[in-house]
């Protein structure tokens, strides 16, 4: 019979020595992510699976926030984050700096995340969109690329965290693979 791990068991970073420690070359890009409880699943999201930084855009929240708090758990002290009035300026800096930008949409050029093979050479920024309308159309045509999670059921769409969720840990589990792991570097 299997034993739960307590909280000892576990070893886990304090808050600053995870700031300090190397991260995935992971950026998350929020394109008008309305639901508080959302991003803060995305905060705790992106510190499990140790994410460079995130970018909150447009009408996206940022910390503090109770709200925010209640599902990030305080994620949002340990991942680096910044704000900026629009997801184009948040491209652009990432851009800059030399990121692959990969919008998460269902578009006509998507790759489905099953054939998508991370270049262990590249940093990737996912950019997730408004929990309605998705990724705005000019972020979409802003980006490298387009993926898509493959869907199986009568919906059309995922919940914006469970997306993340799945994106960091295919992105993260890649360079797992090439033995590239944060605890390492």
Not at 70 to 86: D, I, M, P, R
């Amino acid at each position: 019979m299997s034993r739960k791990k307590t909280m000892a068991d576990l070893g886990r970073d304090t808050t600053e020595e995870f700031r300090r420690k190397d991260k995935f070359p992971i950026a998350v890009v929020l394109d008008n992510v309305r639901s508080l409880n959302n991003i803060g699943s995305i905060f705790r999201s992106s510190d499990a699976f140790c994410v460079d930084r995130i970018c909150l855009c447009g009408i996206t929240a940022t910390p503090p926030s109770v709200e925010i708090h209640k599902t990030a758990l305080g994620a949002e002290e340990s991942v680096t984050w910044k704000y900026f009035q629009t997801t184009a300026e948040a491209l652009a800096e990432l851009k800059a700096d030399g990121w692959t930008l990969c919008a998460v949409e269902q578009a006509d050029d998507s790759i489905s995340l099953e054939h998508f093979l991370p270049n262990p050479d590249k940093k990737y920024a996912i950019v997730l969109g408004h929990e309605v309308y998705g990724v705005e159309q000019s972020v979409v045509d802003a980006c490298d690329l387009t993926l898509e999670i493959p869907q199986f059921g009568t919906k059309h769409s995922l919940n914006v965290a469970v997306t993340a969720g799945i994106l960091l840990w295919h992105l993260a589990s890649s360079r797992l693979r090439l033995s590239i792991n944060p605890s390492k570097l």
